[in-house]
């Protein structure tokens, strides 16, 4: 449901009139096109990938205007390098004779607020996850809530994250949680991740397929073309039992690593609806955050232009 150029700036959303940055593409459940208000686990988070530790240029067009506009920016940033990243930093600035000028205080650009006012200095610990927050998907971790009715594999209780320091033109990242780090290390790449068994609970080809269980060793790949393959080491879980309980749902999180049973993985390996597959999301880092652009604009080195820098941390 992603098309070309799977990035794109919203003006005015359909339903709520906001602005942000998002993926391109066609909602498949009613054909329309994807906007900022969409539900959530519908795609909309716009995707870069860094590699060989080079930094990532994102160049925005800018139209001049008399008042503060300000955009959610929805995204996923991936570990696509051949190591592992300690974290990353994202600098607001200007592309001026093939040079990068980082953006200066009270140009007219900057990180924000929801509400446009820029920031100073802040905090992922201060702002709200919608204004500033660096996330690892909820299927990894975390507590079920509003928008996930089911708690995380691998920590029912605490998400998986990075710490962020903001000013007016920076983002820098700082720990890791440590639920991430005890059990991966850095962050991941997405080559070097993990491989896991994945349930179909509703043949429906849109949705997100369960998470049952992880190889705790490498996991040799046999078929390049279908991904097939065996552990090498054994197949784990985290949920409080193996397998489906009498309802045919996946049993809840514990949080402990035990052994799936012969039987169980038996079962998995004779039934198609169950397949292995990379677990991506501990290479894709979910941020979120608010670029805001005035009227000084037309003071700026390029005045319809700027660009959003992404530099990964050894």
Partial sequence: DVTAPGMKVVNRDDVTGLKCIMTTGINPYDFSDKMCSDPIQSSKRWKVGGV???????????ATDTLTTYYNSMQKLTDNDTKKWKGFKAQLGFMVNGVFTPSKSLDGL????NKGKFFT????????????????????????DANHPTTGYFDPINRMSYFLNATEDTIDSGLITSNYYALFGD??????????????????PNTDNTLMGNCDGTFVVTDPVTGIGYCDGTWVTYRSQAGLDANGVAYPSDGVKKPVPADVLAIWQSNYLYTTAPLEDLANLGLNYYIAVNKNSAKWPTPTQFVLRFTPKY
């Fill in 110 to 113: 900057g990180f924000s607020t």
């Fill in 52 to 62: 060989n530790g080079q930094p990532i240029d994102v160049y925005f067009t800018v």
């Fill in 121 to 144: 200095t802040t905090t992922s610990a201060i702002q709200s996850a919608e204004t500033l927050s660096a996330l690892y998907a909820q299927g990894l971790a975390g507590p079920a």
């Fill in 187 to 204: 962050w991941n790449n997405l080559s070097g991740v993990p491989y896991a068994y994945y349930y179909d609970d509703d043949a429906n």
